[in-house]
């Protein structure tokens, strides 16, 4: 199990490129026979367009930069945004 937190796009470019390259690095590491768990605050907005099988239909707000780069980063590990493919559960008043 990974858990990470990613800097916000107010961050030095190299900040989040270090982030970036130490996710990759413990992402490596894991054993694809295994169950890996990815997790975390990626601070990216990945909006509201389904993707493939990387971004589900139940999203929220606009797709930035860092949006893509995490669909993108995604998309090259075969990896799926889980939180997108289920709708979020509203309490009725």
Request: net charge negative; aromatic share 8%; glycine share 6%.
């Amino acid at each position: 199990m990974i858990v990470a937190y990613a800097p916000t796009t107010d961050a030095d470019e190299q900040i989040i490129e270090k982030s970036s390259d130490s996710l990759d690095e413990l992402y490596s590491n894991c054993k694809s026979h295994e169950i890996n768990i990815l997790m975390g605050d990626f601070n990216a907005k990945i909006g509201c367009e389904k993707h493939g099988k990387t971004v589900g239909p139940h999203c929220l707000g606009m797709r930035f930069e860092q949006g893509e780069r995490l669909i993108d980063w995604c998309e090259e590990k075969k990896l799926e945004i889980m939180n997108t493919w289920f709708a979020a559960y509203k309490k009725s008043d």
